[in-house]
């Protein structure tokens, strides 16, 4: 809703949302720090932001930011220390966001986009890396050989073609129709062949500043070992922009469950190497238990990169699927019998994972009672959180648990 009010005025938000933008909140993605959109060049949700309002447990109201000077609008965001940023990223656990201002950027009159693949996971990593320090991209993301196979059994082409005509008519992607045409002949096999891919996409002020940044991004993949391959995936995302929330489930209804970490972008080869390794050592339970782990990672910023493997294993839909997704779409799901010892060895190999990124010191989004944040962040900078939270939520009020904070 946001991005369709801005639209209309030629203007947009730097970061401009998840990927699950049909049904997140705009809240919800500033107490979660989310990416995707932009995420590359514009870095977090909360690097768009310049104020907040903020309620607090007691029902009083706290400006941040110039807005919170007595005379102030909320143009900027800095004015003495940063309070605005206690409030993003808190999982909601120091208030409630009432008002959030934002940044405005002009809609970009021109839109590229560009997918490689690579033989091996090190020629993805470094191309994605060196994309990123270059400031080239706007959303650059990678897929091993697991997660294209699983994203592709769910594609549905004719819609995404479709998606795409509107994406040529109202944002300017380079090409035009003759993209489009050529995103239907590629169809889903185009990455049959393909062990990990990386696409990217870019935007400019006229086509020129565009075509230089993509003729700049193919050196630098052919410089790492890649191949081209059509470009369908950023295509289509394009098009869809916030596609529906069945990319929450396997394409058979298998269940589905991720973990992440952000990493500089100089760790992210030898993390991905730790994380094989941990899969590894499991695998006989995976082929056993029919548990299939895929792995997403994304540019944040100039100098980070989300890892995020994905577990897809059979068992039986939770209430949260059936309460998401309407009785026709339920009806295209396999009906899977319980799988108890498979849900268990996810949630192990899930919990190892999140110790091998607290001991590489990782970050992470979406932090709630997940990740080990108390146990990962240093002693002196956890009490003065834990200070902030007895002074803005005495009682404890406000999503009790978050962030490992007990008052």
Not at 217 to 233: F, Q
Not at 294 to 321: I, K, M, N, S
Not at 322 to 327: E, G, H, K, W
Request: glycine residues 14%; hydrophobic residues 45%.
């Amino acid at each position: 809703a946001l991005l369709g009010a801005l639209e209309a005025e030629g203007l947009r938000t730097p970061f401009w949302g998840p990927l699950s933008g049909a049904v997140a909140t705009v809240g919800g993605s500033l107490s979660q720090h989310a990416i995707l959109w932009g995420s590359a060049r514009h870095g977090v949700s909360a690097d768009s932001v310049l104020g907040l309002d903020v309620v607090l447990a007691d029902g009083s109201v706290l400006a941040t930011g110039a807005g919170a000077a007595r005379h102030g609008r909320p143009f900027l965001r800095h004015y003495g220390p940063d309070l605005t940023g206690l409030f993003l990223g808190d999982c909601g656990a120091l208030g409630v966001k009432a008002r959030a201002t934002l940044k405005l950027i002009r809609q970009p009159a021109a839109v590229g986009t560009a997918s490689f693949g690579f033989d091996a996971r090190a020629g993805a990593v470094a191309a994605m890396s060196e994309v990123a320090r270059a400031g080239l991209a706007t959303e650059c993301f990678g897929m091993d050989p697991t997660l294209q196979r699983q994203r592709l059994k769910r594609a549905r082409l004719a819609q995404g073609v479709a998606a795409l005509k509107g994406v040529v008519a109202n944002e300017g992607l380079l090409g035009g129709l003759r993209d489009v045409a050529r995103v239907a002949l590629a169809g889903r096999g185009f990455l049959d062949e393909v062990n990990y891919s990386v696409h990217v996409g870019t935007e400019g002020r006229d086509a020129g500043e565009v075509n230089a940044a993509l003729a700049a991004i193919r050196r630098i993949a052919a410089g790492c070992g890649s191949r081209a391959v059509p470009d369908s995936v950023p295509k289509l995302m394009r098009g869809a922009r916030y596609v529906s929330m069945t990319s929450a489930i396997g394409p058979q209804g298998e269940r589905w469950l991720p973990v992440h970490a952000l990493l500089p972008l100089s760790d992210v080869d030898a993390a991905c190497t730790a994380v094989e390794a941990l899969f590894a050592a499991h695998a006989a339970g995976f082929r056993q238990h029919g548990i299939e782990v895929g792995v997403l990672t994304a540019v944040v910023g100039g100098g980070a990169c989300a890892l995020e493997p994905v577990f897809y294993w059979p068992a039986p839909r939770t209430e949260y699927y059936q309460r998401l997704f309407d009785a026709a779409t339920l009806a295209g799901f396999e009906d899977f019998p319980p799988n108890p010892a498979g849900e268990a060895l996810v949630f192990e190999v899930r919990a190892k994972l999140a110790e091998l990124f607290l001991a590489r010191g990782a970050a992470h989004l979406q932090i709630g009672k997940t990740y080990r944040y108390r146990e990962g962040i240093g002693p002196a900078a956890f009490a003065l959180l834990e200070s902030v939270k007895r002074a803005v939520d005495p009682q404890g009020l406000m999503n009790p648990g978050a962030l490992g904070l007990d008052v």
